[in-house]
């Protein structure tokens, strides 16, 4: 009975096909921007975008709807200007992410936590890892920023869940 319970619930959500995602727009932190495609690097590191004003989806993740984190990361500033992402940090639990997919459906996600955390612990396994459910990371450099080396000592993540 239990069993047939949990399976009449998890059809009640509908998750989606894959699709790439095209835009993101994060309303309360006044962030929109397009959504580019990303792989890996030589070494295995994510790439990055090229610029300050778009989003990058790793195409190793699922897309937005898809069961599992969808993964998307964008610069906090870039040449000494405000970025994408420069407003990150300052999101709260609650708020809400709209992304737009190739197929023209918009996917809603609310953020259920966020975290600062030094690179040189980056959480791999809470950011990549399996969910059961449709999620969205957002992650962007953060924290201290080291003059000598020229780059930020953490990363601002943000957990969301599709609603």
């Not at 059809?11 to 994060?26: A, T």
């Not at 897309?63 to 970025?83: L, R, Y």
């Not at 936590?113 to 450099?141: H, M």
């Amino acid at each position: 009975l239990a069993r047939s319970a949990l399976a009449s619930l998890l059809m009640k959500v509908n998750y989606l096909d894959r699709s790439v995602p095209i835009s993101i727009s994060i309303p309360s932190i006044v962030s929109n921007s397009k959504i580019i495609e990303l792989g890996l690097d030589t070494a295995g590191a994510l790439e990055v975008p090229s610029t300050g004003d778009v989003s990058g989806w790793y195409t190793g993740s699922p897309s937005p709807g898809e069961i599992g984190p969808t993964i998307i990361v964008a610069h906090v500033d870039m040449n000494g200007k405000p970025a994408t992402f420069f407003h990150l940090k300052d999101i709260k639990v609650g708020a809400k992410i709209s992304v737009t997919r190739a197929d023209g459906r918009v996917v809603i996600f609310s953020v259920v936590s966020k975290e600062t955390i030094l690179k040189a612990n980056f959480p791999t396994q809470r950011v990549y890892g399996d969910t059961k459910y449709a999620g969205l990371r957002l992650v962007t450099c953060g924290g201290k920023f080291d003059a000598k080396t020229k780059h930020y000592l953490s990363n601002v993540i943000v957990y969301a869940k599709m609603i």
